[in-house]
């Protein structure tokens, strides 16, 4: 599902929400979630899942086309762990 179709879906679902009001939500949503992981909090969601960041350490690496050696920095990057309830849903 894109994110265009679940405003999509947001929208039909909803009879008070526009298209252009479902947009602005989920918009808001995301970002507010962006932010969190930015500011390294854990966002959890009872009965869908939980999203940290996890850090890759620094290491170096090879260029496959040249054969040289490359550093890669260490970064941050976001996981997300579905609940039980979502995996106990999604199996049935």
Known sequence: MTKSELVE???TQT???SKRVAEAVVEQLFESMVDAL???ER???RGFGSFEIRTRNAKVGRN???GDKVSIPQKRI???KAGKELRE???S
């Open 64 to 66: 496959p086309k040249t």
């Open 43 to 45: 966002i959890e969601i």
């Open 89 to 91: 849903r999604v199996d």
């Open 38 to 40: 930015r500011q390294g």
């Open 78 to 80: 976001p996981f997300f």
């Open 15 to 17: 009879s008070q929400l």
């Open 9 to 11: 879906k947001i929208a």
